[in-house]
């Protein structure tokens, strides 16, 4: 054993964090034996309550805790109270279920096992974590969240109603949801006109064929009556999606009071409260964690959750989220929302369907017509999902509002929504893809799977204070929400804390209140340039119109087409978009140097700087193991993502025409990637290359790409520009 007090404490929290308790305890008993209070014995202390707790010797672990609460530092003070709250009452329901035991019962590596039997813990090594001031242990359990301290911070036993949000939120909350309907009912007229059209233009084409004239008629109406008639059907049609390809069951009320009693009150109480009948219970046979809910009215609803919901979070927590969907229900939104995900599921099924047919064929031929076919259901899932984008995030805000409001326990449902994100993470892992029941049902879950990568797979590197310092205090952060479904995970977590506090209440994690941090505008606009150039276009679309029409005035032109086709005002557009694109490459994609490559060592730090933009690019040099789907259905390389030593992070790949190799070949092997960091609503890294430990190299040319669309959008708004109508006078 090290003779150094140092030494021997870090062998104990190695030897304790690989399982190996006995070997913990040996190390740390003489350490903690030492009536000192410094941070070294403090810490031995600890380490032996869990260390203790796991073998069985739950008096002992009492004992030490009884000791710790006398402690001077008072989030030592806080953890033994904590601490010794969970053995004692572990000892009673064990107790009570006449176990053989008399002890504390050690935690087992079973997924069933629950995480309100242990005693508090987070993630640590032997350092202090940001914001707590102290240490705690992680375990060698399956998930990452059962290993992370959990402050357990109390709910409110009895607690005033919140404010009811001011008229115009809710008629903004109304218009969102028309706007959505609208939006869906468009994007579904334009698809339909456009197959109608081609269908006819191929006809036309054929010989001994002629066009269809039904074809030629608007199917407004019909596309209408029909979105109308699936509202009215959405439960029942939703049933029967669900259970035939993601074999939906019944969740009985006794099997849900197995996994939490409080959930089922919640329920009872709630349409007990609005006098409806009680809420339909579905659950999918799924680990990871996740929760929806559809119908069209309170009467018809639906609330699902997963298996791995039920095994993952505590009892307390379970009942946050049912009382989350029950928000959403009492919001009546979620009627629009069960359409969306009705319209949008029978196309993910036809891009799976269609990619498995691929990846069977042998012929050419009907592999690259698969993977045609692959490509454009997925491109309409995507249009159609995207017209609820906005709505999805403006909803949450009040469910989570909703949630904490029912349950009076603002501080559960932190720790919910952090255990889904770990179980996501952890789900993604294990199946080294994304499944696909998290992505075609992602609009409707309480946390996105992409929000999960980063957030719960670095929660035993990062404390969640950390990582939340970009999404709470960077003053352009909801910018880069725009194409995401779900608001930002950091910006829930504080409404959620505000709300604790409102009701004097300890929060679960302690957000620093500092104001947003300085972010220079040049970045952001530069960040923005693309989009910036297309207000560019319309005013030289106008500037060209007034020369022209001096010009005109003055009989120096004998044109004038300007009045007759307005198109000219489209390629200025598409002009503005290219002078925006050029500006931003260069610092959107910085030359990497191999002295300036940041490592997987860093990647924390990096993810928590509040002060830097996507634009603000790190490069970076990380080793780790490819996830992503494999075969066609990736074909778009739309699921890659590393797996390193730190945690998740999300790939960005651009193919290479040519390139005889795919990165789908390589998912499962350990790869080195190298390209630019950047921190978003989403975390990701732009590839600059993919290379495996053999050296075979796969390059993803993102600037070169860049600068093929700025010269596209040049020549194609020049093109528009010099071929309008001309009408010599």
Not at 316 to 324: C, K, R, S, V
Not at 612 to 622: E, K, Y
Not at 696 to 711: D, E, G
């Amino acid at each position: 054993m090290p003779s150094h007090p140092e030494s021997s404490l870090e062998a104990g929290l190695v030897a304790l964090k690989e399982g190996n308790y006995y070997a913990a305890i040996t190390q740390l008993e003489p350490i903690a034996s030492s009536q000192n209070q410094s941070n070294t014995c403090l810490q031995a202390k600890v380490g032996l309550v869990m260390a203790y707790a796991r073998t069985g010797e739950s008096l002992k672990a009492i004992a030490l805790c009884e000791n710790l609460i006398s402690s001077s530092n008072s989030q030592v003070q806080e953890w033994a109270k904590r601490a010794l709250e969970h053995l004692i009452k572990s000892q009673k329901r064990h107790r009570k279920a006449k176990n053989t035991e008399t002890g504390f019962v050690p935690v087992n590596n079973s997924s069933q096992q629950k995480p309100q039997d242990s005693i508090p813990e987070r993630n640590i090594d032997n350092r202090y974590v940001a914001n707590t001031g102290f240490m705690s242990i992680r375990g060698s359990r399956k998930t990452e969240a059962s290993s992370i301290y959990w402050r357990q911070a109390r709910r409110a036993k009895v607690w005033q109603p919140l404010r009811k949000p001011n008229l115009m939120l809710s008629t903004l909350s109304m218009l969102l949801t028309a706007g959505t309907f609208i939006s869906l009912f468009w994007v579904l007229q334009a698809i339909l006109r456009f197959s109608m059209g081609l269908i006819n233009l191929i006809l036309d084409k054929l010989p001994y064929l002629k066009p269809l004239q039904l074809l030629y008629s608007d199917p407004s109406s019909l596309i209408l009556v029909c979105l109308l008639v699936l509202i009215g059907l959405s439960p029942w049609l939703l049933d029967w999606l669900l259970a035939s390809f993601y074999g939906q069951q019944q969740l009985s009320k006794e099997v849900l009071n197995t996994h939490s009693r409080e959930a089922v009150r919640v329920i009872q109480r709630t349409y007990q409260q609005r006098h409806w009948p009680v809420v339909k219970l579905r659950i999918l046979p799924m680990a990871a964690p996740i929760m929806l809910t559809y119908g069209n009215l309170p009467h018809t609803a639906r609330i699902v959750v997963s298996q791995g919901l039920l095994d993952q979070l505590a009892d307390d927590e379970i009942a946050t989220i049912y009382a989350l969907g029950l928000g959403q229900i009492d919001r009546w939104d979620f009627m629009v929302m069960s359409l969306v995900l009705l319209v949008t599921l029978p196309f993910y099924e036809l891009y799976q369907q269609a990619s498995a047919w691929g990846n069977k064929e042998s012929q050419p031929i009907w592999n690259w017509m698969a993977t045609g076919l692959t490509c454009l259901f997925y491109g309409i899932w995507c249009l159609l999902t995207g017209t609820a984008l906005l709505h999805s995030r403006f909803r949450l805000y009040y469910s989570d509002r909703n949630a904490a409001e029912i349950t009076g326990n603002p501080n559960g449902l932190i720790r919910a929504l952090l255990k889904i994100a770990i179980g996501v993470a952890d789900d993604i892992k294990n199946q080294q893809h994304t499944c696909r029941q998290l992505e075609s049902l992602n609009i409707l879950a309480p946390i996105s799977y992409q929000q999960s990568l980063s957030l719960g797979s670095m929660a035993n590197h990062l404390p969640f204070e950390s990582f939340f310092m970009w999404e709470n205090f960077n003053p352009y952060r909801r910018w880069f929400t725009i194409n995401n479904s779900h608001p930002l995970m950091g910006d829930r977590i504080q409404r959620l804390c505000q709300i604790a506090c409102h009701w004097h209440l300890e929060t679960e994690l302690h957000l620093t209140g500092q104001e947003s941090c300085p972010v220079k505008p040049q970045s952001f606009l530069l960040q923005i340039s693309p989009w910036l150039g297309i207000p560019l276009g319309f005013v030289l679309a106008g500037l060209f119109w007034i020369i022209w029409q001096t010009a005109f005035a003055l009989h120096l032109l004998n044109l004038k087409w300007i009045y007759d086709d307005w198109s000219f005002v489209t390629g200025f557009l598409m002009i503005g978009f290219s002078i925006g694109t050029v500006m931003r490459i260069n610092a959107f994609f910085p030359d990497i140097k191999p002295l300036t490559l940041q490592t997987d060592y860093y990647l924390p730090n990096l993810l928590s700087d509040p002060t830097v933009l996507p634009i603000d690019s790190v490069s970076v040099r990380l080793v780790g193991k490819l996830l992503g789907r494999r075969g066609i259905s990736n074909f778009l390389a739309q699921d890659l993502t590393l797996e390193s030593n730190t945690g998740l992070v999300k790939l960005n790949h651009i193919p290479w025409l040519g390139q005889p190799i795919n990165p789908q070949e390589w998912i499962g092997r350990q790869i080195i990637v190298t390209g630019w960091l950047r921190r978003g609503a989403t975390p990701w890294i732009d590839i600059q290359t993919l290379e495996t430990q053999t050296g075979k190299t796969i390059n993803s040319p993102h600037p070169i790409w860049s600068t093929v669309l700025a010269v596209a959008a040049l020549a194609w708004g020049a093109y528009i520009v010099l071929t309008a109508q001309s009408v010599p006078i």
